[in-house]
Nanobody, 121 residues
Framework: QLQAYGGGLVQPGGSLRLSCAASGFTLDYYAIGWFRQAPGKEREGVSCISRRDDSTYYADSVKGRFTISRDNAWNTVYMQMNSLKPEDTAVYYC????????????????WGQGTLVTVSS
């Protein structure tokens, strides 16, 4: 099971770090992605970190502002979110994904409870 946490209310321009913890399996065996779901909008893949070499992939909407990383010692994947904008408001989920060799498939097979990020003044 995957669990995302670390969301909250932040002002525009602020930062948050989301964490993705796993129980029952080892995250470094998988590519892990973050996707978000805002009310009335389609699900959007935000980032992915590959299984093979930890290469990273980002949606254009967050490129340069968000950074995905993993810490295998803690079996955790992180996403640092800087320069947050109101349009980043959504529920964020971490999930198993597929991204490698310059291809990002946004193939979400397993995910758990998301965490709400609200960007507002």
């Amino acid at each position: 099971q995957l669990q995302a946490y670390g969301g909250g209310l932040v002002q525009p321009g602020g930062s948050l770090r989301l964490s993705c913890a796993a129980s029952g399996f080892t995250l470094d065996y998988y590519a892990i992605g973050w996707f978000r779901q805002a009310p009335g909008k389609e699900r959007e893949g935000v980032s992915c970190i590959s299984r093979r070499d930890d290469s990273t992939y980002y949606a254009d909407s967050v490129k340069g502002r968000f950074t995905i990383s993993r810490d295998n010692a803690w079996n955790t994947v992180y996403m640092q979110m800087n320069s947050l904008k109101p349009e980043d408001t959504a529920v964020y989920y971490c999930a198993t994904d597929l991204c490698e060799y310059d291809n990002w498939y946004r193939q979400y097979d397993y995910w758990g409870q998301g965490t709400l990020v609200t960007v507002s003044s």
